[in-house]
């Protein structure tokens, strides 16, 4: 009976490390280079009435039809300085947002705004999402290895082989989770580069 009872749970914790690896795989193996394009739209640069080197910058930044997107960054450069604009977080399919910044400048042709990163919300989604079922997966392996009761078996070995087996898949998943946090940090870092002028 016990030993049926750990066979159920092995086959399940290996039926369910496989389903998150064969989901991983498929989220992770999606291109950078799929991500939704990512524009913005200078609509006007009016010099100060006072100051002769500040301009405000009005422009929009859009998100094509194969949005959603999350944390645009697109910065304002100019020969004197460079500063972020401010958006939204997320973008969804076609949406432009307006953007003002002011910026000082000794030339106003040389003022221009870039889109520095953005990431694709939905593949950033995902990895959050597996990550979480790895977390609750390596709780459960937790909780099983505390439960389980030497006295439940007909010989010490028997406990030891148990354990062995619950220990072995609690290893498997968290070694799986530090190589997938390691993956969406690097994907983070990616999508997110330092600023640069």
Not at 104 to 114: F, G, N, R, V, Y
Not at 120 to 125: A, T
Not at 136 to 151: A, G, R, S
Not at 169 to 194: D, I, M, S, V
Request: aromatic fraction near 8%; include cysteine; hydrophobic fraction near 35%.
């Amino acid at each position: 009976m016990q030993n049926s009872r750990i066979s159920s749970k092995k086959i399940l914790v290996i039926f369910t490390l496989l389903t998150i690896v064969t989901v991983i795989s498929l989220n992770y193996s999606q291109s950078i280079a799929q991500t939704p394009h990512v524009y913005h739209e200078e609509i006007e640069i009016i010099p100060d009435k006072i100051n002769p080197k500040l301009f405000t910058f009005i422009g929009n930044a859009c998100v094509d039809s194969k949005g959603g997107i999350i944390n645009p960054k697109i910065m304002l450069y100019s020969d004197l300085e460079q500063k972020p604009l401010s958006l939204v977080n997320v973008f969804g399919s076609d949406e432009c947002f307006g953007a003002v910044q002011k910026i000082l400048a000794d030339d106003p042709e040389s003022i221009h705004a870039k889109v520095i990163a953005y990431g694709d919300y939905s593949v950033i989604q995902k990895m959050e999402e597996n990550i979480d079922e790895l977390k609750k997966l390596q709780t459960t392996q937790q909780l099983e290895i505390k439960e389980l009761n030497p006295y439940d078996f007909n010989t010490h070995q028997k406990y030891i082989d148990a354990m062995r087996k619950i220990s072995d898949a609690l290893w498997n998943t968290q070694k799986l989770l530090q190589q997938e946090t390691a993956k969406y940090y690097e994907t983070q870092r990616y999508l997110h580069p330092p600023v640069e002028p």
